[in-house]
């Protein structure tokens, strides 16, 4: 319980109709089947509703204080009204006052980019609970405290749910947090009220054209969560990318890079590669670590580069390096008793593709073929479908195209939105299979002893969404029932 004012510390407000005073609130909700007696509720206008349309429903729920963008045309005596001009940026703020502002009580770090973020959270989680410290985790796998896991189901939960979860890792003892920050999150204030330490950039390509209509929305949506640093904080990017500086342009915060190729203020480099690991040289000192290709040499280098930035030892920092593992469903691999080798990742973006079959091109002896099985999300960026095929077709001897997570869209749809990406001559080595089981049991048919089966697109995901309904669907469960069939 805390009182109304406080909950409403540092929101710009416009009007107050009503009274604040002696108003307690007993709990936060934006969903008014949510509201219970001393809610305030907060309308916030959704993707799939206007949460103004449910003022009265809360009212008569118990909320006994609403935030709102526009005041209703009768207000009641009872209930304080009080009008922002963006109540999901309200949402946010109130949601850090209400848990006590958690953020400021331990380091927060958020990384965004397209893709990476979920390793490189897990891989900073790994290093600082390694190095010794109390640490929490935020990302698309799983949410944890510690040792405790707690299921996720977003990216980053929403303001109340992410508040309330650093509140306890802040009351477990934690040091550190490390979240994944989505552009979603940022353009639907999820991360308003939050106070970070750090903020990392790992890459931007294409994705979530659906969501933001524009590449250039997508970058503005990643760069407002560097503009709204303070100066306490750092800005780390990836010089490599081309995309990367912009997102220091206004940022206030300490501004640091990292690359491979370009010139950085942290730099590294692939001295040896092999299916088992890499040998990496880092700001000069040569390190083997146990995650391949060169996207994991970017996602590492951000790591080590953010443990410097939060003051870390240098010699401890790699040595920890040395143990860390991907997180669960990225570019894990297997071999199946005939000698099949089987690759299980999240690449779900024409890049990320690219960039797992560009590694396992790079490690495969000739004679070994690429099998890719991959589809395209439903509901999600069309516009990238073609590109995957093309993206995977650079690579692969053989490529099976398959389901996703349809949702609400017709499988065989999507499967032809990704067949305009197969060119006449790579149609022979082309395969459509709807059903996303047979079509990894049909690729290991058609593979030999030594050769790469990739599945991708699901990674750690234990579910498969049609028409709003998850299936129990493990890709890397399947891919191991597949290997050990007789």
């Known amino acids: 319980m805390m009182d109304l004012k406080k909950v409403l510390h540092a929101i710009p407000i416009q009007q107050v109709v009503g009274n604040l005073e002696e108003v307690d609130v007993h709990s936060l909700c934006f969903d008014s089947r949510k509201v219970e007696l001393g809610s305030l509720f907060i309308a916030v206008r959704g993707v799939q509703t206007d949460g103004h349309l449910f003022i009265d429903k809360a009212i008569t729920s118990g909320a006994r204080a609403v935030i709102v963008e526009e005041l209703p045309a009768e207000t009641l005596d009872s209930v304080a009204y009080i009008l922002v001009a963006d109540s999901a940026y309200a949402l946010g703020v109130a949601s850090a006052n209400f848990y006590g502002n958690p953020s400021e009580q331990l380091k927060l770090v958020g990384v965004t980019g397209t893709n990476g973020k979920t390793t490189v959270a897990t891989l900073l989680f790994q290093l600082f609970t390694e190095l010794g410290y109390h640490v929490g985790l935020l990302s698309t796998v799983q949410n944890q405290i510690g040792p405790k896991i707690i299921p996720a189901t977003h990216t980053t939960p929403d303001p109340i749910q992410l508040n309330q979860l650093l509140r306890d890792m802040v009351d477990d003892g934690c040091d550190y947090a490390f979240m994944e920050v989505s552009s979603h999150a940022v353009v639907q204030e999820r991360i308003a009220g939050l106070v970070f330490a750090g903020a990392i950039f790992t890459n931007i390509t294409h994705d979530h054209l659906d969501f933001h209509k524009t590449f250039d929305n997508y970058i503005k949506a990643k760069k407002k ?3 709204d640093l303070d100066v306490h904080a750092f800005a780390l990017t990836n010089a490599d990318d081309r995309n990367g500086q912009i997102m220091l342009q206004n940022t206030v915060a300490h501004k640091k890079s990292y690359g491979l190729r370009s010139g950085a203020d942290f730099k590294a480099k692939v001295i040896e ?12 000192q040569e390190v083997w670590v146990k995650l ?12 080590y580069t953010a443990a410097i930035l939060l003051e870390q030892e240098t010699v401890k920092v790699l040595t920890a390096l040395s143990t860390l593992k991907g997180a669960e469903g990225r570019f894990e691999t297997m071999k199946s008793t005939s000698g099949v080798f089987g690759i299980v990742d999240y690449a779900h973006t024409p890049d990320a593709v690219e960039n797992v079959l560009k590694t396992i091109s790079s490690l495969r002896r000739p004679e070994q073929k690429i099998i890719t099985v991959l589809g395209c999300g439903g509901d999600r960026d069309k516009t990238k479908r073609p590109e995957m095929a093309e993206a995977a077709l650079r690579y692969s001897d053989r490529f099976l195209i398959t389901s996703d997570n349809p949702r609400t869209e017709d499988p065989y749809q999507i499967i032809k939105d990704i067949e305009a990406g197969v060119g006449a001559d790579q149609k022979a080595k082309t395969l459509s299979i709807a059903d996303r089981k047979e079509a990894i049991r049909t690729a290991y048919q058609l593979a030999n002893p030594g050769d790469i089966i990739l599945v991708a697109g699901k990674g750690h995901e ?4 049609v028409n709003g309904v998850k299936h ?4 890397k469960e399947i891919l191991e029932n597949t290997f050990n069939e007789k």
């Open 225 to 227: 969560f560097f503009d």
């Open 273 to 284: 590669s092999h299916f088992d690991g890499m040998l990496m040289s880092i700001d000069g």
């Open 292 to 303: 391949i290709g060169d996207f994991n040499a970017y996602n590492l280098l951000a790591v």
């Open 462 to 465: 234990k579910y498969q969404d």
């Open 472 to 475: 129990h669907f493990d890709d």
